[in-house]
């Protein structure tokens, strides 16, 4: 059944016949857009009218129109482009009856091209004086209304190229993105990382404990895994000789969607030859530190209701620590299975079939009582053996040299001195295999290739990986992640 049309939509529609019969595509063609408006703005804007008058600036913008204002032979428009918006002056007299009378034809959402000289109004403000007018691209559809229109999350996160025309917040959150990635880059390049690409096609499930996405490929007739890290493949670059290597693409786990969590998001994994934990910490520092000077230009940010403040050290604590100060239970004490689940059960933690051991309990102890009261930033360091299989034990072999970073109650980064020590790893994935039998789902596989990749030696590492989606929900202020997402994963309609 076709959609029914409103009466703005039938009017116009009915105005493409009109551009035809004036030799006018409605959907245009190339523009020859040479002027960005902001660079316009800070090149041009604090200029006086004077001044302006006297320097001729001639100028060729492109962008939607946001409004406009008819008054008979005259018309004030504003354009939007990229980056910034602008106020055009278009006459009659000037453009001519046959241009005007196209200009005529105009509804808010056009695309359109302006082409003039710059010079103020009475009020001040910054303008084009029209001298040549171009329909670009005609826009079938009403715009949303600035105050009341597309402002529910769930519609704009559906319709967000909508969302981008007409909510600037949303914009501003979109490009300051990107500009957040590139000074990812621009810093790990500065440091000597080698950016790479590995396959997203995996045949085995390793680098992480998630749950994967599972496809076929009809040639080799095998089932595979969207990759639910990039760890692995990464590692075996240090095998390979590339001491410092990176990759910053998309990961995929098979998991719930919530306001931290899309089943397909963006990491940063970093590993680094004849390291360890510690350059871990100085990386991670450093890469905040310089974000916060070159790209945001602030050192405090508000986000899940507190305020985290960057521009101190930031310091380290044991997991076992932690769990201490909120609950007195000290897991470096020997504990045994069964008396580490009677304190479960007594502290309403909850406990999963699977686990077999006390170091699962530390873990859900430390999700329970600890995580959500890291205002941060903070590392939390020294893991139990049992939740990182691809990290080196510390001297009390229960125990891992292991950090996760914290702010505002929320996890945002994975580090370790990764296991490089083929025997050491087969053991820890035999362990692995044993959870999967006892019903955990993300438990790894044997990575038989990694372990051969091992044993032609790997140097002492560290490594890292970075929750690019997280980072840029707090170094943007939001509080969800599809606000930072372009087009996120959603649930179905009603």
């Known amino acids: 059944m076709e959609e029914k049309l409103t009466d703005q939509e039938e009017a116009r529609r009915a105005k493409l016949a009109k551009y035809e019969e004036m030799g006018v595509d409605p959907f245009g063609t190339r523009f020859d857009k040479k002027d960005d408006i902001a660079s316009l703005r800070k090149l041009w804007g604090e200029k006086s009218a004077e001044e302006l008058a ?30 910034d918006s602008i106020q055009g002056w278009v006459a009659k007299d000037v453009l001519g009856e046959e241009t005007y009378n196209l200009f005529k034809l105009a509804d808010l959402g056009d695309i359109v091209g302006l082409e003039g000289t710059l010079m103020k109004t009475r009020t001040g403000e910054l303008t084009i004086h029209v001298e040549k007018y171009t329909h670009i691209t005609k826009c079938l ?38 500009q957040i990635v590139k000074g990812i880059r ?117 986000w899940n209701n507190v305020e985290i403040d960057f521009s101190k050290p930031f310091p380290s604590k044991d997991m076992a620590d932690l769990i201490f100060e909120k609950t007195g239970i000290d897991f470096r004490n020997e504990i045994s299975f069964e008396e ?61 040299d292991r950090f996760e970073f914290f702010c505002g109650g929320c996890e945002f980064a994975n580090a370790y001195s990764e296991i490089n020590n083929p025997f050491d790893q087969k053991e820890r994935f035999i362990e692995q295999l044993k959870a999967r039998e006892r019903g955990d789902e993300e438990a790894n596989d044997m990575d038989l290739n990694f372990l051969e990749a091992l044993e032609y030696g790997m140097p002492p590492s560290g490594g890292i990986g970075l929750g690019v989606d997280r980072l840029v929900m707090l170094l943007t202020e939001q509080a969800n992640i599809r606000e930072v997402l372009l087009f996120p994963t959603m649930k179905d309609e009603k």
């Open 54 to 83: 006297e320097a001729k600036v001639f100028v060729s913008v492109a962008g939607r129109l946001l409004a406009i204002r008819r008054m008979g032979k005259a018309s004030f428009v504003r354009l939007k482009d990229q980056n």
């Open 186 to 302: 621009n810093y790990c390049d500065s440091l000597g990382f080698l950016e790479v690409e590995t396959s997203i096609l995996s045949p085995i499930l390793g680098g992480a404990a998630a749950k994967p996405f599972i496809t076929h490929h009809n040639s080799l007739d095998k089932d595979f895994y969207l990759r639910i890290a990039t760890e692995l493949n990464l590692k075996k670059c240090l095998v390979g000789g590339i001491e410092r290597v990176y990759e910053i693409g998309r990961i995929f786990r098979n998991e719930g969607i919530d306001a931290k969590h899309n089943p397909e998001f963006t990491t940063i994994e970093l590993y680094q030859s004849y390291a360890d934990l510690s350059d871990m910490k100085k990386w991670l520092e450093g890469l905040i530190h310089y974000l916060c000077a070159e790209v945001l230009h602030q050192n405090v940010f508000h």
């Open 141 to 178: 559809h009403p715009l949303p209304e600035k105050f009341h229109g597309l402002t529910d999350i769930e519609e704009r996160s559906r319709r967000r190229f909508l969302d981008l025309i007409v909510n600037d917040s949303s914009r501003k959150v979109a490009l300051l993105r990107s």
């Open 340 to 400: 580490a689940v009677a304190l479960a059960k007594k502290h309403n933690v909850p406990l999963e079939k699977s686990w077999n051991s006390t170091g699962y309990i530390m873990q859900a102890f430390f999700d329970t009582f600890v995580e959500p009261t890291l205002v941060g930033p903070m590392f939390v360091c020294t893991y139990p053996i049992e939740v990182s299989p691809l990290t080196k034990k510390t001297d009390d072999p229960r125990f891992v």
